[in-house]
């Protein structure tokens, strides 16, 4: 509920902080037609499977963007318009920071931010996981942004909310995790009751199989897996394997084709193996990243537009590669 200005006065009286606004809306009616959100509406999880408003298998592939705090130019509408018409991208990540200088610092440049790709992806027709882009337990910030995130965009088909992008080994599944998991997802759907959500998982989002023994009791949430294919292959596969049989949905918010500290080398094989397994699995995979940060990782070289219209010459032999791929797909 909306605080009132005699409430913010109190909280500022008290030295307390007062949390960003909700402001409700209507959700949109429809999608632009013939978007992939037009096609597919609302996802649920059914099984061990990711699926659409009418009960089909869906299997996006996407771009994630760059941590928010640091590549914010790319958090505008010609980006992702241009991702959508020239990379056939089904869905976009904002990736928005919580600690180093991200939300903590500034909630309301943040919010913003996230506000700005939601924005972009709903006049687009695609889908958007809203990530709490974050490696320790906050809940009480995240229970902050995802309230208003929520409020806000009730009802809105396109929203995935990504709710701890990649926890550290050192928090326990059972004893940190889930629980904060159960926490956030509770308020998400105070707000937004039909919300889709993908959970992060133990080991910078890779012991998928440990959840899927201890699930969230919660329908539609998916579980998080993140590779980078010249450091993870056919072991990481396996445990995602695991994770299916025992009923788990997976979706990759987040992968690369190069090693995990997400500069060279590129391993193309493997990716094209990952890709592979992902499709016969009907997994959706979102690539890390769009930016043109110097890292082998980056789609776009350094100095490339922040707005969209990559030539050729723009992208990196990451981008390249992606982008080739993702094509292949309709739009």
């Known amino acids: 509920m909306r605080r009132t200005a005699r409430a ?16 409700r809306r209507a959700a949109p009616q429809t999608a632009p037609a013939a978007s992939i959100v037009a096609r597919h509406g609302h996802l649920h999880v059914r099984g061990n499977r990711v699926v659409d408003a009418h ?6 592939r996407g771009n994630s963007l760059f941590w928010s705090q640091w590549q914010p130019a790319f958090y505008n509408r010609d980006a992702i318009a241009w991702l959508k018409r020239d990379w056939h991208a089904a869905a976009i990540r904002a ?21 700005q790709v ?3 992806a709903v006049a687009e027709g695609v ?13 009480e910030e995240a229970i902050r942004f995802f309230t208003h995130i929520a409020s806000r965009y009730r009802g809105v088909p396109n929203i995935i909310y990504e709710t701890w992008n990649e926890p550290l080994p050192k928090y326990g599944w059972a004893d940190v995790i889930k629980p904060y998991h159960a926490r956030v997802i509770a308020a998400i759907r105070r707000e937004d009751p039909g919300a889709f959500v993908v959970a992060g998982t133990r080991s910078w989002s890779q012991d998928v199989d440990e959840a899927a023994a201890d699930p969230l009791p ?4 998916a579980y998080t897996l993140h590779y980078y294919a010249a450091t993870h292959g056919a ?16 979706f990759v918010t987040e992968y690369g084709t190069t090693a995990a500290d997400g500069d060279a080398p590129i391993d193309a094989a493997e990716t094209r193996r990952w890709w592979d397994w992902c499709d016969a699995n009907g997994i959706s995979q979102m690539n890390w990243s769009i930016a043109d940060k110097d890292e082998a990782s980056a789609a776009l070289r350094p100095g490339a537009s922040p ?25």
């Open 127 to 139: 889908y958007v996981l809203v990530d709490w882009h974050a490696h320790d337990p906050m809940p």
């Open 8 to 23: 913010l006065v109190l909280l500022a009286l008290l030295g307390a902080s007062a949390p960003t606004p909700i402001i």
């Open 55 to 60: 009960g089909n298998p869906v299997t996006l």
């Open 95 to 115: 990736a928005i920071a919580a600690a180093s200088g991200g939300y903590i610092k500034d909630p309301a440049a943040e919010t913003r931010r996230a506000e």
């Open 118 to 120: 939601i924005d972009a």
């Open 218 to 221: 919660l329908s539609d949430v």
């Open 307 to 331: 707005r969209g219209g990559w030539s050729p010459s723009a992208l990196t032999t990451s981008g390249a590669l992606v982008r080739t791929h993702m094509r292949t797909f309709p739009e």
């Open 235 to 250: 072991g990481l596969r396996a445990k995602a394997d695991a994770a299916m049989r025992r009923g788990a949905a997976l």
